[in-house]
């Protein structure tokens, strides 16, 4: 459903992604690997239009989206959760859950209240605190369920790991598997916590200084040319 073909990006003279292509496919979940100032975060944001593409192209459902704004790929169908999540802190969880509906109707936008409710019932427990009362953890989980409620067909999402405390990871894990097994949702993980990105993966993408050094289905994690490119 997502294609990226042949991505080139430049920040000023540095070029930061070289050539990245990858297929994300739906119901399945590709999770993308690398070190730290790698280039993940980058594609992202290529990917959801915040960043301009040098040369390159991103096809989603068979349409070019390459200079779609970030709206408009929105409407299209993508979500995208951003590293460090910005939620929206002086609103209300519930307010925040609003902002990823804004466009649906009443009756069916309470019927995906209640799935995400279920997904995550301790939003259910907070609707009414402040979003930047909550743990991290919790406000990872909200990043995730306002994405939701916009039912999107794909999903990005960059670290969600990333400094959460365990049992919440576990949570974040069901609820990624759970949308895996649903089976009509296509995701990209962006990932450093290696176990996590295996235990969910179909496929998966490592990056090394703006390229792509290795790819596979999740049986080949494992080998040695992927953990080269992970450890520190
Ligand atoms: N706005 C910017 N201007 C210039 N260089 C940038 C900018 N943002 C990122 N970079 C550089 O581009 C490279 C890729 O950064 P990016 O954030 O995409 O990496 P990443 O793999 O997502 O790492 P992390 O896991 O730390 O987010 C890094 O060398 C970084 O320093």
Redesign the pocket.
């Given at each position: 459903m997502l294609q990226v073909n042949q991505l080139n990006q430049y920040?000023?003279a540095?070029h930061?992604l070289r050539g990245v292509s990858l297929d994300v496919q739906k119901g399945k979940c590709l999770s993308l690997l690398?070190?730290?100032?790698?280039?993940?975060?980058?594609?992202?944001?290529c990917l959801m239009g915040v960043l301009p593409v040098a040369k390159g192209n991103v096809m989603f459902e068979g349409h070019d989206i390459t200079r779609l704004k970030p709206h408009q790929r929105a409407r299209l169908g993508i979500a995208y959760v951003p590293?460090g999540r910005e939620i929206f802190a002086r609103l209300t969880v519930e307010e925040n859950m609003l902002m990823g509906m804004a466009t649906m109707s009443g009756r069916k936008a309470s019927s995906i209240k209640g799935e995400v409710y279920e997904l995550f019932p301790v939003l259910k427990e907070m609707l009414h605190r402040r979003g930047g009362d909550l743990s991290g953890g919790q406000q990872q989980q909200l990043a995730i369920a306002r994405a939701l409620l916009a039912e999107p067909k794909l999903i990005i999402l960059?670290?969600p790991t990333e400094g959460i405390q365990p049992s919440i990871i576990k949570d974040i894990g069901r609820v990624i598997s759970l949308l895996r097994q649903r089976g009509d949702i296509g995701i990209l993980l962006?990932e450093?916590y290696f176990d996590f990105a295996r235990e969910l993966a179909d496929t998966f993408v490592v990056?090394s200084r703006?390229e792509v050094v290795a790819a596979g289905t999740q049986d080949q994690m494992d080998g040695d040319d992927v953990k080269k490119h992970l450890a520190v």
């Open positions: 920040y000023g540095a930061t690398g070190r730290n100032g790698v280039g993940k975060t980058t594609l992202l944001k590293q960059d670290e962006c450093q990056m703006g």
